[in-house]
């Protein structure tokens, strides 16, 4: 099946610097990908939606500032999560759509600790 | 607008146990069904899907049908193991490259 590899698994960084997450999807060309966001025990929350050359689309009450999403190629996109504070500590995962699929593939996860 | 509720868990089962968990669903058109599993501290993998009326998905001897009349996508599995402890997702798609919407997850735990 299509793999979508996430970067990195984990990662602690102080408060007011900024964490960049990248999304590749090795085995196909992705021309949309999702961005979630998951608290403890509870079910992911979609944050933005990224197309392939174009803006994402950032859900409501999500800051898009402070969320940056770039997607610059058919097989990458990255999350930063810029002046980060330990509010923002959470599991963020990417999936990616085939282009010709309604199946999403995802992530391993990213595991964000602001200390 | 499109929605998914499945059981809250967690739900406890002994090893070897039947396990049935609940997925209903509301959606304008007519979606495909999915559901996805979450082993501690990693993503998302695809358990199974459906993507039309009576559709049965099945994958690792767990199952789930396409049920329109009752709206439901519920996940069985005949004989449980130990690896099954994980969170389960049911979620829905109802447009190539949209985006899924998911239930809470349901957490299993089975012990030996």
């Known amino acids: 099946g299509a793999v979508v590899s996430q970067h990195p698994s984990r990662v602690i960084c102080k408060s007011g610097t900024s964490v960049k997450i990248e999304c590749r999807s090795l085995?196909?060309?992705?021309?949309?990908m999702f961005w979630y966001r998951q608290f403890p025990k509870q079910s992911l929350m979609l944050m933005a939606t990224?197309?392939?050359?174009?803006?994402?689309?950032?859900e409501q009450g999500v800051e898009k500032d402070k969320f940056l999403i770039n997607h610059a190629s058919l097989t990458l996109s990255t999350l930063t999560v810029t002046s980060a504070h330990p509010e923002d500590s959470s599991f963020y995962i990417c999936?990616?759509?085939?282009?010709?699929?309604?199946?999403?593939?995802f992530g391993q996860g990213t595991r964000l600790t602001v200390v | 607008g499109n929605s998914v509720t499945q059981m809250e868990g967690p739900v406890t089962l002994s090893e070897e146990a039947f396990l049935t968990i609940n997925c209903t669903y509301t959606?304008?058109?007519?979606?495909?069904l999915f559901w996805y599993v979450q082993y501690p501290g990693e993503g998302l993998q695809l358990l199974l899907k459906?993507?039309?009326?009576?559709d049965k998905g099945s994958n690792k001897g767990f199952e789930a049908t396409y049920r329109k009349e009752t709206t439901s996508f519920h996940l069985e599995k005949g004989s449980v193991q130990v690896s099954d402890s994980a969170v389960y997702f049911c979620?829905?798609?109802?447009?190539?490259?949209?985006?899924?919407?998911f239930g809470k997850g349901t957490m299993l735990l089975v012990s030996p």
């Open positions: 959606a304008t058109g007519y979606p495909s």
């Open positions: 085995d196909f060309q992705a021309t949309t």
């Open positions: 459906a993507t039309k009326a009576d």
């Open positions: 999936s990616a759509n085939g282009q010709s699929s309604t199946e999403a593939f």
């Open positions: 979620a829905l798609s109802d447009l190539p490259h949209s985006t899924l919407t």
């Open positions: 990224s197309n392939e050359g174009s803006k994402a689309t950032y």
